[in-house]
Structures are given as C-alpha cells and as structure tokens.
Nanobody
Framework: QVQLVESGGGLMQPGGSLRLSCAAS????????MRWYRQAPGKQRELVAS???????NYADSVKGRFTISRDNAKNTVYLQMNSLKPEDTASYYC?????????WGQGTQVTVSS
C-alpha cells in the first residue's frame, strides 16, 4: 500500500520559515519525481516545486529564492523548506510522487501565514 504523509504545516507570521516533510512508503522512492503542490481556497492547484530522481529541481516563479525542495532517499522523504513566508503562501500543501504510469498523492498539510 502506497502512502505519502505530509507534516510540518502550521501557522506562521509573515517573514517566518516552515519546513514541510513528506514521508513515502510502498514505492521505490528513489526513482520517483517528487513534487509539492499547493491549493488556496477558490484557486486552482499550483505546482510549487519539483525534484527529479537525479536531483534536478524546478520552482514556481512565485517561490524562487524563498523555497527549497530536497530529498533524502535513505529516509524516503522529500522536504520543502519555506523561508520569507508571505500571506499569499497560505494554502494546503500536497506531496506528489510521479513515475511514468504511477502518480500518488498525500493528504495535504495546511500552511497559514498571518500576523
């Protein structure tokens, strides 16, 4: 059974930092491209960052220079370090594991940025 479990969300003031984690089980984690998406109320789901099996990263323009995606294949975990948080970063954040023919999602973790 495949599971992706996100953690690390919460309430943070603008300018603060949070680190999200997504622990995967039931897949050969190292071969999957891992992605973080987010969805704010009333908005479409947005791809925030991705990291390939080889470690290549990509970011949405809105988070470049503030967010960093990384992976630890030994721990089957992908991370999203979020710095300089803004109110517009408020959303539910979802972890996605993708490989040709396979696509798995976590249940999401809420991030709220507010003073």
């Amino acid at each position: 059974q495949v599971q992706l479990v996100e953690s690390g969300g919460g309430l943070m003031q603008p300018g603060g930092s949070l680190r999200l984690s997504c622990a995967a089980s039931g897949i050969v984690f190292a071969i999957y491209t891992m992605r973080w998406y987010r969805q704010a109320p009333g908005k479409q789901r947005e791809l925030v960052a991705s990291i390939s099996s080889g470690g290549r990263t990509n970011y949405a323009d809105s988070v470049k220079g503030r967010f960093t995606i990384s992976r630890d294949n030994a721990k089957n975990t992908v991370y999203l370090q979020m710095n300089s948080l803004k109110p517009e970063d408020t959303a539910s954040y979802y972890c996605d594991a993708w490989y040709p023919g396979s696509d798995y999602w976590g249940q999401g973790t809420q991030v709220t940025v507010s003073s």
